[in-house]
């Protein structure tokens, strides 16, 4: 993203916008600038999210990532502008590169695993993430920070009667107003309609036809300006066919059957929840979510569907209504239907999946959905249990770990509370994650330890059935442990169950007290934290088992990062603070503090965007579909803020104090944050009330934005009171600003907000901000 507290904001200081006449053949480029930008980086971000398994937590790397390149484009390759004399030609050619760079980096993210010898469906780790996401970005990014120093100063070359800072100014306006129009067409005008190489492709031919009225600029002659416009005429004359003759679609599906192997590709979707995609093996079909796999058919794994079928049924003394959430198709639904249940409802975490699960089943299995009580809820599993009063014998969760926030709002203690409502006397919720008969490492017996102490915190009886898939059955008004093997053989024997698996001995063997004792022993000795929907301790200890399978370099440092306190985070701020303060009569504390300040401002502004994401994933679940108003948002955000501030310059007599007064807005808006997800929130949801309020998520990300982009043009003109450097000075406030924003996308959405919660994320900014803002006051006296 073009994040606009960063590597543009140092443009907007000092802005004046005189009413001088801004040239029509340079508007509509900057326009389709931040068009272009905009789009890409929601293709890219999109497309990055499958390759990581649909890890929203990997955002704050990808978004971190594209702001430091964006960052380095602007500043340095900026540079070159400034010793080319023509500079219409050079614009061209950054902009020819970031056209040609962005099907590259497409067709990278799609293939990068297989580059490196990941194998489908193989995870990768955190650092991977980030060294992955850095190569696949950097030729789009850079160029596109290039773009933005390149466009102001061929502006100022076209304008030559308008001063710096204006025009500076005016290719910021024009470039925020691409990039809004960008994020809300991509959503509602591309992204329902076309594939994300079509969308790429027309964002190049769009590029390439500015190109070509570039070239109309003068100057118009030389050799070397006559070869840029065949090159550029070549380019969009082949741009065209690829995207009109079909070849667009070869292109897609070549990139797809790159990401998958030998895998036979014969279905791939974006849905709002995430990517959907089909694979054949003979007479199989698996199908996949965010790239894992969640169902088989026409054959599935018999063991899994039997066990996760037939024990719950069978510790219940008489089922009748089931509620199925996630994986009931496949042979679930037919197990579960040889009980003596009148009722099975199924709803899918995806409803797409349901949808193509319709065409690519056999008659046999689209004959489970349509027996008698068989009812399909086309709707999130967790949004129909807030909308139904209905009351079952059993509800059973087929999602087997919660390796993401779309996941983990199954596995949390609110949710827990909410499927406990639902059940009737004797009821029975199943939940099921991996395991292990033989060994068990430390991160195994963390993410199992965190959801069983969740559930004992919600249900009065748990019991867990060990195995290479371990079975945990709550009740609260059922003694589980009072279901003894026996009573078990006595149902199957009495319902008279045609099964291949389920017989007296596996019973006796699976329910084993010795191998249940083990297990339970073993999960006990370890500290571990409650699961929650804000706080999501399940996806950290579900990322350090992931990341001890694939990234086993970062496995001690995930350990080390398992118990942190918020008390150490308050006392090393309060520290920070001793620190500082006992500076407050060097000569360079006024400096420091406002550098403080606008670092603290820049962490803050990207756990802002983040906490939002991260929130709107918990209430909602599809943030891949919305992901891009939420960034457009916080865009628009900073551009008002920064703007507002800069057409108020000249009326600002107290910057200072106007200054502080933005820090204190910050605060207040770190502390408001949570009272918003974790009181208000929740209250309406309990209520019933939800959908109506999605636009006050759009809202508080326009907020936060505003508060980060109103800071840095305010910040110069403080700065250079103690400064006669201009250059130095602003490259030193934009890189101070640019870190803070790096450190708050990797620090967020790795560390931060999976460990510590949304709640005391939100309090490490207010102590942040907090020890910024009493620095700035100890040394105001010095400006």
Partial sequence: MSLLWGSHSRHMAGLKLPCTHFKKSFTFPLLVMGFSGMVAQIILLRELL????????????ILANWLILEAIGSYFLGKIIEH??????????AQLIFSLSLPFALYLTRVIKVIFGFSPGQGVGALQMILFSLAILLPVSLSHGALFTFGCRLHLHLNNSESPSAGAGRVYILEI????????????????????????????????????????????????????????????????????????????WNSIKKQWGKLDVVYYENSPFGNIAV???????????????IITIPTPDIAFVEDFAHFPLLFHPGPEEVLVISGGAGGIIR???????????????????????????????????????????????????NKTNRRYDLILIGLGNPNDLQTNRFFTIEFFTLAKARLKEQGILLINLPGSLTYLSEELKKLNGCIWKTLKEVYKYVKIIPGETNLFLASDTLDLASVTADKLNQRLAHRKLEVNLIT????????????????????????????????????????????????????????????????????????????????????????????????????????????????FQVVFGYIYHRIGLIITAFMMGTGLGGLAITLCMEKIKRELLTFLSLEAGLILFSILL???????????????????FEPLFYLLSLTGGILVGAEFPLAVK??????????????????????????????????????????????????????????????????
Wanted: aromatic share 14%; glycine share 6%.
């Fill in 718 to 783: 403080i700065f250079l009171k103690k400064s006669t450097n201009f250059s130095r000075s602003v490259g030193l406030l934009n890189a101070l600003d640019l870190t803070g924003g790096w450190l708050g996308g990797i620090l967020g959405g790795v560390v931060l907000l999976p460990i510590l919660g949304l709640g005391q994320t939100c309090l490490v900014l207010v102590m942040l901000k907090l020890t910024a803002f009493i620095l700035l006051i100890f040394s105001s006296k010095r400006y």
């Fill in 674 to 692: 949570p009272v918003i997800f974790l009181k208000i929130i929740p209250s309406w949801q309990v209520m019933g009330i939800l959908f109506p």
């Fill in 84 to 93: 080319i004399e023509d500079k219409v030609r050079l614009f061209i050619t």
């Fill in 504 to 615: 007296p001995f596996y019973i006796n063997y699976r329910l084993d007290e010795r191998r249940r004792s083990w297990f339970i022993n073993s999960i006990k000795e370890t500290v571990i934290r409650l699961n929650r929907d804000y706080r999501p301790s399940g996806v950290f200890y579900s990322l350090s088992l992931w990341n001890a399978q694939f990234s086993p370099k970062l496995q001690k440092l995930f350990s080390r990062l398992d118990e942190p306190k918020t008390l150490t985070f308050i006392f090393l701020c309060l520290t920070f603070i001793f620190i500082f303060t006992a500076r407050v009569f060097s000569k360079n504390m006024p400096k420091i503090s406002l550098s403080l300040c606008l670092a603290t401002t820049g962490f803050s502004g990207m756990l802002f965007d983040l906490v939002v994401v991260f929130a």
């Fill in 279 to 293: 694979t054949k093996r003979e007479n199989q079909y698996d199908f996949y979510s965010d790239g894992l796999p």
């Fill in 335 to 385: 197990e579960i239907s040889k009980h003596p249940v009148k009722s099975i409802d199924y709803a899918e975490l995806d409803p797409l999946i349901l949808k193509v699960l319709a065409e690519f089943s056999p008659t046999r299995i689209k004959a489970e959905w349509q027996r008698p009580g068989v009812h399909i809820r086309y709707l999130d599993g967790r949004h129909y249990l």
């Fill in 177 to 252: 107003l691409g990039t809004v129009l960008g994020g809300i067409a991509f959503t509602y005008a591309l992204l329902p309609f076309f594939h994300s190489f079509q969308i790429a492709f027309g964002v190049v031919l769009l590029n390439l036809f500015v190109c070509l009225l570039l070239l109309k600029l003068p100057p118009k002659s030389g050799l070397s300006g006559k070869i840029l416009s065949i090159f550029t005429l070549a380019l969009l004359c082949l741009a065209a066919y690829i995207t009109f003759s079909g070849q667009v679609e070869i292109l897609h």
């Fill in 50 to 61: 499958v390759t990581f398994f649909g890890n929203e937590l990997s955002i704050g790397i």
